[in-house]
């Protein structure tokens, strides 16, 4: 497995050693240890979570509040998405900042995704099988929402058209980026 730090170093793309041949491939997804040696975070996985979208289905961007923050490993095993982290840590001196990667059933490649963070994605194929472990559990009492399109974030989707966003995720908050308030 490598690991690349992004220009927000908590951050990390991951991508899988991949074995192919005229048979097809293989990997290993997750290994625990592996994980934990070439990332060097100590974090325990305690729910799997499994989505499908339709192209240019846009959603986000969503995290969970103190007590309950959640990191997320995430990933694709079918289609393709513009998969985007944005920082909403108190005090964080890259508050505010965001990093995209497009993850793909092609590129196999996984992101990292620490709690703190708000997470979103853009399908960019006919549709996209998404995958993501989570180190909380969902607690629909401490989940929160940011607006995709917020101009203080300045998020370079890579739209065509209007995207197709849930009534849930068009009424989320603006972000406020000063340095003491979780939205």
């Known amino acids: 497995m490598h690991v690349k730090k992004t220009a927000i170093p908590d951050v990390l793309v991951i991508e899988p050693r991949t074995y192919t041949d005229d048979r097809g491939f293989f990997y290993e997804s997750f290994n ?28 986000g961007l969503h995290f969970q509040a103190q007590p309950k923050e959640q990191g997320k490993l995430v990933r ?34 996984q992101f990292w995704i620490p709690a703190g963070f708000a997470h979103g994605f853009l399908t960019l194929t006919e549709s996209a099988e998404f995958l993501y472990k989570t180190t909380e559990y969902y607690s629909p009492e401490h989940e929160c929402s940011i607006r995709w399109d917020d101009p203080t974030l300045g998020i370079d989707w890579p739209l065509q058209g209007a995207p197709i966003v849930s009534a849930k995720d068009s009424a989320a908050l603006a972000f406020d980026g000063s340095k003491d308030r979780t939205v």
Do not use: M, Y
């Not at 994980?35 to 846009?58: P, Y």
């Not at 079918?78 to 890259?94: K, Q």
């Open 32 to 59: 625990q240890s592996d994980f934990c040696r070439a990332t060097g975070l100590s974090v325990t996985f305690v729910q799997d979570n499994h989505s499908k979208s339709i192209r240019n289905v846009l959603r």
């Open 76 to 109: 694709v095993v079918r289609g393709a998405v513009f998969d985007v982290a944005v920082d909403v840590r108190l005090g964080s001196p890259t508050r505010g900042k965001w990093v995209g990667q497009v993850l793909s059933e092609d590129n196999k490649l």
